[in-house]
């Protein structure tokens, strides 16, 4: 394709044009490879920013014709320690026009805004990354370490055309890689103090729960809807689905969130007891991203699709569901034997996509690199590793045994609904946190 002269101008070191730029390419997900486009047009023109200042970008396609991916790679001073892969995705989800108040794929700037699909996940990282990449390319700067810049397809429908594909058939590109940073982390919570005060952490994401979707089948009898049936498959799921649906999983705190309350407890003298039965409610008094870190307190099993029967008069032989799980680390088994208990012999399940959930340690000189380069910006702030409820490319990097972080820094306003904005409508980023986050990306990739 070709690339616009008035891309390859000076504009392409601005964080916020550049952002603006990349909403303006709709890279919209469907889930089918058919009619998933522009991913590639956005690849290339962000081999282009990259390629502009020297640098030796790969344009690779990953599974399907049009999945579009860019790599490249910017030589450290000391080949022995490992190489850092900087990762984003260049798809989003889809988003309906009526509903918004700007068009979703404008980019435009207005009120301290860039808004549209991709502003939050994760054009923000992506142009940050292209801003830094591009400053450190220019002033000739040698990272201590080698870095990886990725810019993947398919995040949004689980990487297989995108970071599990290239995981599986172009491990090369990996070589060396020993950390990752990515999304879903590095953004601000303001949280109040005990003397009336607020303090901003930095959530560092340092784990995330398992997804897996799963399909439940009943079989039954087929029949006359008119007649007296005790073995009608769609009662038998509906049953199954409702049991489900209404259960409450325990609660487990895995290491990650005992970590991450502490450090919640210890900012606003709050109580985070192990055995309060209103934990939940003690969380939700930190405001909307209650709802993310509640999340993570127990597996979940949401059902989601419902298939059965094709006549009003006839019973169907078989009846189906998804249900979409996330499940915590280390509760796969004890999660599988409660579902069983709760489905009940007549109807069977099986995985339809099963990934790992992820967890490290919250320790190890990246995350001193990246609580320096956050203190570095914003000094009387502290950084808290977290578990994100969702899933992320991180999945398919873990397993080539790479160390990953959420870190796609960004200083929030306190009242900002973050967490809605992901797959929101007007979803859209402060100009001002993508510019903070572009200097703290600058520290870090340059010190860590
Ligand atoms: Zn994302």
């Not at 964080?15 to 047009?41: C, H, K, M, Y």
């Not at 860019?70 to 001073?77: E, M, S």
């Not at 996509?353 to 203190?375: C, Q």
């Not at 820094?409 to 809605?420: A, G």
Request: glycine share 10%; hydrophobic share 40%; proline share 5%.
């Amino acid at each position: 394709m070709t690339v616009e002269t008035e891309d390859l101008n000076h504009s392409s070191d601005d964080v916020v044009a550049v952002v603006s730029r990349l909403i303006r390419f709709d890279t919209t997900n469907t889930g089918e490879p058919e009619t998933t486009q522009g991913e590639a047009d956005c690849a290339q023109w962000v081999a282009a920013q990259l390629a502009e200042v020297g640098y030796q970008p790969e344009y690779l396609e990953s599974g399907a014709p049009g999945r579009g991916n860019v790599f490249a790679r910017l030589k450290g001073a000391d080949s022995s320690r490992g190489a850092l892969l900087i990762h984003g995705h260049l798809d989003v989800v889809p988003a309906e026009p009526a509903d918004w108040s700007v068009h979703p794929f404008s980019g435009a700037v207005e009120n301290g805004y860039v808004w549209g699909r991709g502003a939050v996940d994760m054009k923000d990282m992506v142009g940050m990354m292209i801003v830094v990449a591009r400053q450190l390319k220019r002033a000739g700067i040698v990272p201590r370490r080698d870095l990886v810049f990725a810019f993947v397809a398919d995040e949004e429908h689980g990487g297989r055309y995108g970071a599990h594909w290239l995981v599986d058939n172009r491990p090369d590109l990996f070589d060396g890689v020993t950390e990752a940073i990515g999304e879903v982390g590095g953004f601000s919570l303001t949280v109040p103090r005990p003397d009336g005060g607020e303090r901003r952490l930095y959530l560092i994401e340092t784990a995330e729960k398992g997804l897996s979707w799963m399909r439940l089948t009943a079989r039954g009898v087929a029949g006359h809807g008119s007649m007296a049936h005790n073995q009608n498959a769609v009662t038998a799921v509906s049953e199954a689905v409702a049991r489900l649906g209404r259960h409450r999983f325990p609660l487990v705190r895995v290491d990650t969130v005992v970590q991450f309350l502490a450090a919640l407890s210890d900012e606003t003298g709050l109580t985070f007891d192990h055995d309060s039965a209103d934990l939940e409610g003690m969380i939700e008094k930190l405001g909307p991203m209650a709802r993310m870190l509640t999340a993570v307190l127990h597996d979940t099993a949401n059902p989601t699709m419902l298939k059965a029967g094709y006549k009003a008069n006839v019973i169907p032989a078989t009846a189906e569901a998804v249900i979409d799980c996330r499940i915590l680390p280390g509760r796969k088994a004890a999660f599988e034997a409660e579902v069983d208990q709760l489905i009940g012999p007549d109807v069977s399940r099986e995985w339809i996509r099963d990934l790992d959930p992820y967890e490290t340690t919250f320790d190890g000189d990246l995350v001193d690199a990246m609580n320096a380069a956050l203190l570095a910006l914003d000094p009387g702030a502290r950084t808290v590793p977290y578990m994100l409820s969702g899933g992320t490319d991180a999945k398919a990097f873990a397993r080539l045994g790479i160390r990953c972080f959420g870190f796609a820094p960004l200083r929030l306003p306190p009242d900002l609904d973050f967490s809605s904005l992901f797959h929101g409508v007007d979803e859209r980023v402060p100009v001002d946190a993508l510019r903070f986050g572009t200097d703290v990306l600058a520290h870090f990739l340059t010190h860590c």
